[in-house]
């Protein structure tokens, strides 16, 4: 079975702090997918990154980064300098390939204050 | 904006009546998924279509089911409703089924509140 872990239910910065979310998977699949979502109070599910399980490279887009790692079943998610818009809840998601559905972790609610 | 619109925004009802939600996928995407998002249970899986035909089910309750038309769109039926339903229902499209994956981009939901 699939599983995904957000143990961190909320966590509260300052604006322009680096903060990192932490997402551990489990799975069986030998290849599988890793994504994260950002939900706003607006309710709507943000698409922000996927990666593939072959493919530990980490990125950079931006303000945000990722870091992969597949010997400890990793996928964090990293904010620098965060602004208040970044406020929002996070979810980290996993897919095998046999077919298509995304199974979320609880999801990780980010405040940032001024 | 996905390119995924789903109505309505907000639904009220009471309970053991039935609803229908609707979803119309982004151009091009075959696929579409439905998620429940409660409190207790979190983001759920529910039910995938591709071109029309069902291809997966995941935590779905006999009480609903769903469609995907030809021209694409789809639809959740939900009835003999329980407050335990109150939900953000979330519809998803991607352009395939399985094998080769692609990412799921989300409609902005549909809040039904059962009373």
């Known amino acids: 079975a699939q599983k995904v872990t957000q143990a961190q239910t909320e966590i509260s910065v300052v604006e322009k702090e680096d903060v990192t979310l932490d997402c551990v998977y489990e799975?069986?699949?030998?290849?599988?997918?890793l994504f994260w979502y950002k939900q706003p109070p607006s309710g709507e599910l943000v698409f922000l990154i996927r990666?593939?399980?072959?493919?530990?490279q980490n990125e950079i887009s931006g303000r945000y980064s990722w870091n992969f790692q597949k010997s400890t079943s990793s996928f964090n998610f990293t904010i620098t300098a965060s602004q208040v818009v970044d406020s929002a809840v996070y979810f980290c998601?996993?897919?095998?390939?046999?077919?298509?559905?995304?199974?979320f972790g609880t999801g990780t609610r980010l405040l940032v204050s001024p | 904006d996905s390119g995924v619109t789903q109505t309505p925004k907000h639904l009220i009802t009471a309970t053991g009546q039935r609803v229908t939600l609707r979803c119309s996928p982004r151009?091009?995407?075959?696929?579409v998924y439905w998620y429940q998002q409660s409190l207790d249970q979190g983001l759920q899986f529910l039910i995938q279509?591709?071109?029309?035909?069902?291809?997966a089910k995941g935590n779905i309750l006999e009480r609903f089911s769903a469609q995907q038309f030809p021209d694409l769109h789809s639809e959740l039926n939900l009835s003999s409703l329980e407050l335990g339903d109150s939900a953000l229902y979330f519809c998803?499209?991607?352009?395939?089924?399985?094998?080769?994956?692609?990412?799921?981009?989300f409609g902005p939901g549909t809040r039904l509140t059962v009373l």
């Open positions: 799975t069986r699949d030998t290849t599988y997918y």
């Open positions: 990666r593939n399980s072959f493919d530990e």
């Open positions: 151009s091009g995407d075959l696929s």
């Open positions: 998601a996993l897919s095998g390939t046999g077919f298509q559905k995304l199974v």
């Open positions: 998803a499209s991607s352009v395939v089924a399985s094998g080769r994956f692609d990412t799921q981009y």
């Open positions: 279509y591709y071109n029309g035909e069902e291809r």
